[in-house]
């Protein structure tokens, strides 16, 4: 007869084979294929290709400005969404709860439209640059090929999910300790950096991963705007459709998957010991 805590420990395991075989089959199988394939070379198995994203120039050069775009996007949302999720707790105006739902309409658009829009108000013929040639004579902010183009598109749709996941941290904060710094004569920018920020700092860590992971990762709004752009997504697109290096290729899956390991890991780490 099977006793009670057997019975429990069966129970137990049966509930999370399901999650084990999926782990296993969605994430442990292909990270396991892509290694070998990576490391395949036709002198046998090698970290050839491995070195050459660091020593070739084009792919050095797209793997530095994938991090520098993906660092970018992620400090300016942080600080933009913070505000915001401030305004949107703290503050009382007309239509807040439109202007909350309006916030949250990017998320519903893929990367390609937001692309899309990029190019609409900031291509050769876009919106922004003949508006600004009417005005001044030339046309500005033709940008939507550029790295600053792909930076406005990831901060469009990264901060309305940053901001949301902000929101309920901000709920949550003690209003009686800002208060009480305030009543020791803690201005309200001392009482923002000091109280508030450390209370949030947890919430930060995690949206700052998300958003970080997300801007290294994306692809369909890159693809894009890629005419004068290499981000590692889309260099790995080209490199297995267009130029048929599948170990290439695989090997640049493996760097952004460990280079955005380690940003997270040494994130959160930050955020315990703030």
């Keep these: 007869m099977i006793s009670r805590r057997m019975a429990d420990k069966l129970w137990v395991s049966g509930l999370l084979l399901p999650a084990i075989l999926t782990v296993a089959y969605y994430f442990i199988y292909p990270m396991l294929v892509l290694g070998l394939t990576?490391?395949?070379?036709?002198?046998?198995?090698?970290?050839?290709?491995?070195?050459?994203?660091?020593?070739?120039?084009?792919?050095?050069?797209?793997?530095?400005?994938?991090?520098?775009?993906?660092?970018?996007?992620?400090?300016?949302?942080?600080?933009?969404?913070?505000?915001?999720?401030?305004?949107?707790?703290r503050w009382e105006f007309p239509l807040k709860k439109l202007y909350q739902a309006l916030i949250t309409f990017p998320l519903s658009f893929p990367g390609v439209v937001v692309g899309f829009m990029i190019i609409i108000l900031f291509g050769r013929t876009g919106v922004i640059p003949n508006v600004t040639a009417q005005l001044t004579g030339r046309p500005l902010l033709r940008i939507a090929y550029t790295n600053g183009?792909?930076?406005?598109?990831?901060?469009?749709?990264?901060?309305?999910?940053?901001?949301?996941?902000?929101?309920?941290?901000?709920?949550?904060?003690?209003?009686?300790?800002e208060e009480a710094a305030r009543s020791l004569g803690a201005t309200p920018a001392v009482t923002f950096r000091r109280v508030v920020l450390p209370a949030l700092s947890p919430a930060l860590v995690s949206a700052g991963a998300l958003c970080f992971a997300t801007s290294m990762s994306a692809f369909g709004t890159a693809f894009t705007l890629a005419q004068n752009i290499s981000v590692l997504p889309v260099l790995m697109?080209?490199?297995?459709?267009?130029?048929?290096?599948?170990?290439?290729?695989s090997a640049m899956a493996i760097t952004l998957g460990v280079i955005t390991l380690l940003f997270n890991y040494a994130y959160r780490t930050i955020g315990e010991r703030g």
Excluded at 159 to 172: A, D, L, Q, Y
Excluded at 237 to 249: G, H, N, P, V
Aim: proline letters at 3%; aromatic letters at 12%.
């Design 38 to 89: 990576s490391l395949h070379s036709e002198a046998g198995p090698s970290i050839v290709h491995y070195t050459d994203i660091l020593t070739k120039p084009r792919y050095r050069e797209s793997l530095f400005d994938t991090i520098f775009l993906s660092v970018a996007v992620t400090l300016v949302t942080l600080a933009i969404s913070t505000l915001l999720s401030m305004v949107l707790v």
């Design 149 to 177: 183009g792909l930076f406005l598109a990831y901060l469009y749709f990264s901060i309305p999910k940053v901001t949301m996941t902000m929101v309920g941290s901000v709920h949550k904060l003690d209003m009686r300790l």
């Design 237 to 249: 697109y080209t490199e297995y459709t267009l130029s048929f290096q599948i170990e290439a290729a």
